[in-house]
């Protein structure tokens, strides 16, 4: 357990729909980093929240949006999905260093999404 | 702009041989510097990291990586792998510039 806890660890829905994963951080972290893995682009940065706030986006689809609550909790949600969507979606949480650059990123299970 | 680059996407080796994994980087200032490793079904565990001083670093499992700042440098290396270090391995370069930008990913295959 790496102390990153994601949820759910399976999806399977249509195309059109949207869907809601789930990411609780490491405790004490306040970086959430959301990531795409899928085999042919490899791992895609999608979105990173510190704090509660937005803090850097990388390759997020319009259709995909995230936050990040009070807890520390954060939400990646999916709407419109297409069969293109099917992927792991991993969620990491760091330690704040106060340079910008990390200690390293501790990541979740993932969520395997399946869009059918 | 910043990038990894893994020349080795996959790598098939039987149980004892040596590995060297490469990756560079391109970025010119400060830099840390990551391997993470993805066991078949798993997430991504750190293996190793990077942050100054002595520029061979020892991770877990017997791996160790080399920095070679004039090179841009950063692999990956162990003496004798094993048929558990069957894995995907990942390079990152961290330039406190954004999030973490993983390199494609090296397929390690070990054959006992």
């Known amino acids: 357990d790496s102390g990153v806890t994601q949820t759910p660890k399976h999806l399977i829905t249509a195309t059109g729909q949207r869907v809601t994963l789930r990411c609780s951080p490491r405790?004490?972290?306040?970086?959430v980093y959301w990531y795409q893995q899928s085999l042919d682009q490899g791992l895609q940065f999608l979105i990173q929240?510190?704090?509660?706030?937005?803090?850097a986006k990388g390759n997020i689809l319009e259709r995909f949006s995230a936050q990040q609550f009070p807890d520390l909790h954060s939400e990646l949600n999916l709407s419109s999905l297409e069969l293109g969507d099917s992927a792991l979606y991993f969620c990491?949480?760091?330690?704040?260093?106060?340079?910008?650059?990390?200690?390293?990123?501790?990541f979740g299970s993932g969520t395997r999404l399946t869009v059918v | 702009a910043q990038s990894v680059s893994q020349h080795n996407h996959h790598v098939i080796l039987s149980e004892a041989a040596s590995l060297e994994l490469g990756c560079n980087y391109s970025?010119?200032?400060?830099?840390?510097l990551f391997w993470y490793v993805q066991y078949p079904g798993q997430h991504l565990q750190l293996l190793l990291k990077?942050?100054?001083?002595?520029?061979l670093v020892k991770g877990i499992k017997g791996f160790e990586a080399e920095f070679i700042k004039s090179k841009f440098s950063f692999n990956l290396r162990k003496p004798s792998v094993q048929w558990s270090d069957t894995a995907e391995y990942f390079c990152?370069?961290?330039?406190?510039?954004?999030?973490?930008?993983f390199g494609s990913g090296t397929r390690l295959q070990v054959q006992p």
């Open positions: 970025y010119g200032g400060t830099v840390n």
């Open positions: 990152a370069p961290d330039t406190g510039r954004r999030a973490l930008t």
């Open positions: 990077y942050f100054s001083g002595d520029p």
């Open positions: 405790s004490g972290d306040l970086s």
């Open positions: 990491a949480s760091s330690l704040p260093t106060g340079t910008g650059l990390h200690y390293g990123y501790t």
């Open positions: 929240y510190y704090n509660g706030e937005e803090r």
